[in-house]
């Protein structure tokens, strides 16, 4: 097991040179300890499933802080195409959507599969979606693309989506947990909970607007008003929040997810933007790139991923680069191994 790292007040079990966040996020030591505990419960069968309410509820409310919003307008998912699923197909026909080129296809995907309704999925660049939007029915994008690190230009996005009553629906999976987020103005936000929110796999969120348009097309007990109460028989009978969306959860996941994201969503957002902004743009800097404003690098150098591995970084490869994420675990010193392994220097 490597040191512990102390990092705003929490404990990690993150090795030196870690620096694939954007891959999968390493929880506080207490998020792992909870999920253990959980499992050596159900392993002695002492587990109920009345326990997962409140991991279930406590993290439902740190999202809803995390980007700005109500928790009653927030659904808990399992995946992220999971939920943009539910948006596509509420969805009328032969609606227009406008995503970015080369967008993760978790947002993509689902709407490209409701072509036989006649919607119509266009891409342009990430920086021509505001200029974009009118003529369209749904904007679709990652706040922080995947692949790059570049971030969507929010503050235009919005302006040009209520100039031109055009729907939004933001992933911001690669952005709750580093990047500061008012997001009440979306008609839907979805998050996976594995990456900067330092949760298990298996967890989503979806916030809604009430004049949004969605379907339950998952309707099942866990949204009932009382869960409890709607596993046997009809009628229909749904929750008045945005729990009528709910997939019935994963139950670990959600308890990782409680006490990370509660720990998460008590801290400085800002602060731990810039301390992680701060790290990947002095790394940018040594290797003569520009500041980009973003916890995500792309670097486009013959064998990166190859020699970052071999230094002991962990990275991921994408579109054919080195991507490397700063999270707030992260010091000086794994920039100083990262720079080195790629020939550059850190004044």
């Known amino acids: 097991m490597p040191a512990m790292r102390q990092a705003f ?12 966040t954007a891959n999968i996020g390493v929880p506080p030591a207490a998020a792992a300890d909870a999920v253990v505990e959980s499992v ?3 392993r002695c069968g002492i587990g109920r499933v009345e326990d997962f309410a409140e991991p279930v509820a ?5 999202f809803a802080r995390l980007i700005g919003v109500d928790a009653e307008r927030v659904a808990i998912g399992a995946s992220v195409a999971q939920l943009v699923a539910l948006v596509a197909s509420s969805l009328p026909d032969r609606a227009r959507v406008l995503v970015a080129a080369g967008e993760f296809t978790s947002v993509t995907f689902p709407f490209a599969a409701q072509q036989d309704r006649g919607v119509r999925v266009t891409e342009v660049p990430l920086e021509e979606l505001p200029e974009r939007a009118s003529g369209h ?3 679709a994008v990652s706040a922080v693309q995947s692949g790059s690190g570049r971030l969507v230009d929010l503050a235009a996005l919005r302006e040009a989506a209520e100039r031109h009553h055009v729907r939004v629906l933001l992933d911001v999976t690669q952005a709750a947990g580093w990047l500061p987020l008012e997001l009440s103005w979306a008609d839907w936000v979805v998050c996976a909970s594995y990456k900067w929110l330092l949760a298990p796999r298996g ?5 809604v607007r009430p004049d949004a348009p969605l379907r339950p097309v998952v309707a099942n007990w866990f949204a009932g008003e009382e869960p409890m109460d709607t596993i046997y028989g009809l009628p229909l009978s749904l929750a008045g929040s945005a729990r009528r969306y709910d997939l019935s959860p994963v139950w670990f996941s959600h308890v990782g997810a409680a006490v990370s994201m509660e720990w998460l969503a008590g801290q400085d957002i800002a602060e731990i933007s810039r301390h992680c902004v701060g790290l990947a743009d002095e790394f940018r800097t040594a290797l003569g ?6 916890a ?3 670097v486009d150098r013959p064998d990166a991923v190859t020699n970052l591995t071999k230094a ?4 991921s490869a994408r579109a054919g680069r080195a991507r490397l994420s700063f999270h707030l675990y992260n010091t000086r010193d794994d920039v100083a191994r990262a720079v080195r392994a790629l020939g550059g220097t850190l004044t």
């Open 58 to 62: 406590t993290a439902r409310r740190a």
């Open 312 to 315: 002991g970084i962990a990275c």
């Open 40 to 42: 050596q419960r159900w």
């Open 203 to 207: 967890a989503a969120w979806l916030a």
């Open 289 to 294: 790139m520009p500041p980009a404003g973003s």
């Open 137 to 139: 029915d749904v904007v």
């Open 9 to 20: 007040g929490g404990w990690f079990d993150v090795p030196d040179g870690y620096l694939n």
């Open 296 to 298: 995500i690098v792309s």
